[in-house]
């Protein structure tokens, strides 16, 4: 569903907290993190140039019969190199991302991400699209280029209304499996929670096969480990549900820890059976560090 949001009219505030974005991004937008990404995403594919007469040595198969037939003379098509890449963001705003016990709230860790990868896009010339999500696709913004572009995609993270009490991974991939036509580089970011792995595994491997995926998982310690700190209220934002949980229970910590690696390895499992690259971003670490070990990753691997 495609529209305007109304971030423009939220004011300095929000183009304050866009900037500080920009300036913590910045510096990680390094010679290092550019050659990666080079390394990894360009030259993916080939791009139709032009329709020109056929000469001895041609490719027999590369003939355009249609011209040939109309003409009477034999032309063959030509290719070139696809140099553009599209860098297509898919971002979970379901009330489970504005959740955050440190600095950051893992919707701010998913706009500096999704800014960092943006600004280098911009810096290759590619083209940048956004998608937001929660139970079900949201705003969408077509691929462009510029700052301007990056800067109102960057704005649309951080400002969308928190979303639903879900997120529908599932219905947002098979948007974009119906809606991308040339291959492109897709982001997923997501906390992950609140929908099935198995709902959504299918389509991201069907998505995998036709684009280059990496899904970013974003996780607050808190999320991970209890402190002990006596009775708690807590509010599943997924479910609105008001939860006492007693944190000074050892059992009840470690539970909750047990329940949070189960939950981690269902998720990277899927994942992996999908055949995409996971990236973990926590909110109380940086988020140029991960994206840069993935990508080198990527390159031993000779993914590139």
Not at 8 to 23: C, S
Not at 122 to 134: E, H, I, P, R, T
Not at 187 to 196: M, Q
Not at 262 to 267: F, L, W
Request: with cysteine; aromatic share 4%.
């Amino acid at each position: 569903m495609a529209g305007e949001s109304s971030t423009t009219l939220l004011g300095p505030e929000l183009m304050a907290r866009v900037r500080q974005i920009q300036i913590r991004t910045h510096r990680l937008v390094s010679s290092a993190l550019q050659g990666a990404y080079r390394s990894n995403f360009r030259g993916t594919g080939i791009e139709f140039e032009e329709v020109r007469p056929y000469m001895p040595g041609d490719e027999v198969r590369s003939i355009d019969w249609n011209v040939t037939a109309r003409t009477g003379e034999p032309h063959i098509k030509t290719y070139v190199e696809e140099r553009q890449l599209v860098l297509q963001m898919l971002v979970d705003t379901s009330r489970s991302m504005d959740f955050g016990s440190v600095a950051k709230t893992k919707r701010e860790i998913a706009a500096e991400a999704c800014a960092l990868l943006a600004f280098v896009a911009m810096a290759n010339q590619d083209q940048v699209g956004l998608c937001l999500f929660d139970e079900e696709p949201g705003l969408h913004l077509a691929p462009d280029k510029g700052s301007r572009h990056v800067l109102r995609l960057v704005r649309e993270v951080v400002a969308a209304p928190a979303g639903g009490r879900s997120s529908s991974l599932a219905a947002v991939i098979e948007h974009q499996l119906r809606r991308l036509k040339r291959r492109s580089l897709v982001l997923v970011v997501s906390d992950f929670l609140g929908a099935d792995p198995e709902t959504w595994r299918d389509p991201l491997a069907r998505l995998g096969r036709r684009h280059d995926v990496i899904c970013v998982r974003v996780a607050d310690p808190f999320e991970l480990s209890l402190p002990d700190a006596g009775i708690l209220i807590l509010q599943d934002l997924e479910s609105g549900r008001d939860v006492e949980v007693d944190t000074g229970s050892r059992a009840v910590r470690e539970r909750w820890e047990r329940d949070a690696r189960e939950r981690r390895a269902a998720v990277a499992a899927a994942i992996r059976r999908a055949g995409v690259d996971l990236v973990e971003l926590s909110t109380e670490r940086d988020v140029g560090d991960p994206i840069v070990r993935c990508f080198a990753l990527r390159s031993r691997r000779g993914r590139a």
